[in-house]
């Protein structure tokens, strides 16, 4: 008979000892300095008082424009989840780089779109309104995966579907996305869980997106088979904080940021927290 010595020194133990959080390094995505960063979109008068072109604004986006990453001007695709009311990124998309545009929201239909809708009956129900020959807004959301894939006859207002079944319905697929940009307020987590990394590394160039609490480094770490971060906008603030460009960030409030260390149990999920949440920006090394 072997006897196997009782183990007294647990994780939990260690969890609890003063020296555990000095021997861990949380660590940063892996990173890309772009060289060229562009804000795209905003509102004409958040851009004028922004002081400086990569200054953080209500409504912009940043894509990076180094060789082989940005979009070829007339020959671009960009995909954009959750407008709310600020189109302002995906018109500028489609008129400064003449992009075919494919906008989707199933919740919030802002005035340019609703204009169109109410200019002829036939349009009601309508899953897409045409803006031009180029940009569609579509009334249906994202979501990680379903069971379902549905065609423009079968779907309604509102209806949440996966990305397979949006690149199907925009003709998308196996088609490069220059930007794909996607702001739904925190499904993104199911997203990222159900994206398919082989597609995404062959076919995405531009991966931008906002997370929230739900989405921790575990959830995002696999983009780093082909992504590198190159910009972040965190998010530490626990108030709104506005200012004339907008809602400012904690690096832009002249009262600083308002960070409730009482909600985060440890060290490490402030870090992850830090890392992880608000506005995250990618590009696809595959395409440098």
């Known amino acids: 008979e072997v006897k196997v010595k009782e183990k007294t020194n647990d994780i939990s133990s260690q969890i609890n000892s003063d020296n ?6 949380v660590r940063d995505f892996m990173f890309y300095k772009c060289k060229n960063i562009r804000r795209i979109g905003g509102k004409p008068k958040s851009v004028k008082n922004a002081p400086d072109n990569l200054w953080r604004i209500d409504g912009a986006w940043y894509i990076c424009m180094d060789t082989n990453a940005n979009p070829e001007k007339s020959n671009c695709h960009v995909l954009s989840l959750g407008i709310n009311h600020d ?9 400064s780089f003449d992009c075919s545009v494919f906008s989707f929201d199933p919740f919030v239909e802002s005035d340019k779109f609703k204009k169109i809708r109410e200019s002829s009956p036939s349009l009601n129900n309508s899953i897409v309104l045409k803006v031009d020959n180029k940009w569609s807004f579509y009334r249906v959301g994202i979501v990680g995966k379903t069971n379902e894939q549905k065609t423009l006859e079968n779907l309604r207002i509102k209806d949440l579907i996966d990305l397979d079944n949006i690149l199907d319905l925009t003709n998308l697929r196996n088609k490069v996305i220059d930007v794909f940009k996607m702001d739904i307020e925190g499904p993104e987590k199911g997203v990222f869980n159900n994206l398919d990394m082989e597609y995404a590394c062959k076919y995405i160039k531009n991966l931008i997106f906002e997370t929230h609490k739900n989405s921790k480094f575990v959830d995002l770490v696999k983009l780093e088979e082909c992504f590198r971060l190159f910009w ?3 998010r530490f603030f626990a108030g709104d904080s506005n200012g004339p460009t907008g809602h400012l960030t904690e690096f832009q409030s002249p009262k600083g940021w308002k960070l409730e260390i009482k909600q985060f149990k440890n060290e490490l999920n402030l870090a992850e927290f830090m890392f992880t949440t ?11």
């Open 20 to 25: 555990y959080f000095q021997q861990i390094r």
């Open 232 to 234: 972040r906008s965190t």
């Open 278 to 288: 608000g506005e995250l920006y990618f590009v696809n090394i595959n395409f440098l």
């Open 87 to 95: 189109y302002t990124f995906d018109e500028e998309m489609r008129y």
